[in-house]
């Protein structure tokens, strides 16, 4: 673990590339993160490979109707954890860290 522990952190164009190689950078400090990209399925199967504590969220950064979604759904998903018996460590964090 290491500095990011505890904190949430959205990443547009997360689902590959470089985004994706920021992601496991992250990751790697602890942080849970979220991949926001176009390519909806791709972040989600890579979250999913990063580990079950991430999240991949189909997100369009040109749209703001997509932003609100995406911060949306990154709360929902934050209490929906809080709730849960085993909870990761973004359920500790209720609000998303903006990058
Ligand atoms: N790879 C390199 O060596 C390199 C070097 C210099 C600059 N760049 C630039 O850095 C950027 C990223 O490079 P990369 O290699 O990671 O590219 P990439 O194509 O592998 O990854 C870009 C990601 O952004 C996503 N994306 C595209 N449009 C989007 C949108 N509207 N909303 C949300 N997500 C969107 C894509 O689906 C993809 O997952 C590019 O602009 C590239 O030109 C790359």
């Not at 952190?9 to 590339?17: D, E, F, L, N, Y």
């Not at 759904?73 to 860290?97: F, G, H, I, N, V």
Request: glycine share 10%.
């Amino acid at each position: 673990m290491g500095d990011l522990e505890n904190r949430v952190v959205i990443i547009t164009g997360g689902a590959r590339g470089i985004g994706l190689g920021i992601a496991e950078a992250v990751a790697d400090q602890g942080a849970c993160v979220v991949l926001a990209d176009i390519l909806g399925e791709e972040a989600k199967e890579s979250a999913k490979k990063l580990g079950n504590i991430h999240l991949g969220i189909k997100h369009d950064v040109r749209k703001a109707d997509s932003a609100k979604n995406l911060v949306d759904q990154t709360l929902e998903s934050s209490a929906a954890s809080t709730s849960s018996s085993t909870t990761p460590a973004w359920a500790r964090t209720p609000r998303p860290s903006r990058t």
